[in-house]
């Protein structure tokens, strides 16, 4: 399974914002949840539709972007 069996971006849906397919739920829900320390089990069930792969898609996502994408830091002396 790759994250691109489970995740599309549609622009009629969440103005194309990327989301688990078949829902209206968008990976920055879920990666939202998971920085917050919400545990797998909690947000599967506020999201009942969700399943543990979406979870791991999402997250795969995720670590897809920041390979290609980087938020610069500032860099100084301390």
Known sequence: MTWRDRITVDPQICHGK??????RIMVTVILDNLAERVPEDEILRSYPTLTRDDIV???????????????PFETGVA
């Open 57 to 71: 898609a999402a997250i795969s996502y995720a670590a897809d972007l920041a390979r290609d994408r980087f938020i």
């Open 18 to 23: 990327p989301c688990i397919r078949g829902t």
